[in-house]
């Protein structure tokens, strides 16, 4: 199994344009979460999503969306990207909302 | 807001010493977990500790949990270099009715230096 993967791993953007992050999972995981990683802040859950077709916000879900269409992916999209919006993102799944999260390697955004 | 939060920030001790970082929480939970961060990569989960137990062990691992005091610890016995890394605890919240807000909500870590 490849667990969780995420790509791309790095990228930059200007401000205003809008991409999409890509989250994979092979384990069958119904829930599926988005953070962003700033230094002294922690983990931020972003979105979140209990199985295809239901998904729900976090705790800084402005200027993100997200869709689950299919188990296995969870995308993240950046609508107009924001300096504010430079951090590390990660994926993680797990087999159920309270179990052990299994974490993608991340992608380092960056705005300018 | 963060729900846990753990303590010291920073913690730097000898090959072969115990290291012990402390998460507290603001609200009654249905579980909590530990997670280790090396540098530049993801989270790899650690122990998960259910609100109804109040110790767990786990090889060099042990955690504890007070609900009435709404704090956990995690004690790492004869640490050794490669336990460098950052600690995280995550809590989800329990609603009023028992069930989950299916949010698991991470601390800010505690950074473990362990020199050799």
């Known amino acids: 199994n490849a667990g969780v993967t995420q790509t791309p791993k790095f990228q930059v953007l200007k401000t205003g344009q809008s991409m999409t992050l890509q989250c994979a999972q092979d384990?069958?995981?119904?829930?599926m979460s988005w953070y962003r990683q700033d230094p002294g802040m922690g983990l931020r859950l972003i979105h979140y999503?209990?199985?295809?077709?239901?998904?729900d916000q976090g705790e800084v879900p402005n200027g993100y969306n997200v869709s689950r269409s299919t188990t296995e992916d969870f995308p993240l999209r950046l609508l107009s990207a924001a300096p504010s919006q430079t951090s590390v993102y990660f994926c993680a799944s797990s087999g159920g909302p309270l179990g052990e999260q299994y974490f993608g390697p991340g992608t380092r955004l960056t705005v300018t | 807001s963060q729900q846990g939060e753990e303590d010291p920030q920073a913690l730097s001790i000898q090959e072969g010493e115990n290291a012990t970082m402390n998460c507290s929480y603001k609200t009654s939970i249905n579980n909590l977990q530990w997670y280790r961060q090396n540098s530049g990569r993801g989270l790899v989960h650690l122990i998960l500790i259910r609100s109804n137990e109040r110790e767990k062990h786990s090889g060099r691992l042990r955690v504890t949990l007070d609900t009435s005091k709404k704090s956990s610890s995690l004690l790492i016995t004869a640490s050794r270099a490669a336990d460098t890394a950052s600690y995280f605890c995550?809590?989800?919240?329990?609603?009023?009715?028992?069930?989950?807000?299916?949010?698991?909500?991470f601390g800010k870590g505690t950074l473990l230096t362990v020199n050799p």
């Open positions: 384990m069958n995981h119904e829930y």
């Open positions: 995550a809590t989800d919240a329990k609603r009023e009715s028992g069930g989950s807000n299916y949010k698991l909500t």
């Open positions: 999503s209990v199985g295809a077709g239901i998904t």
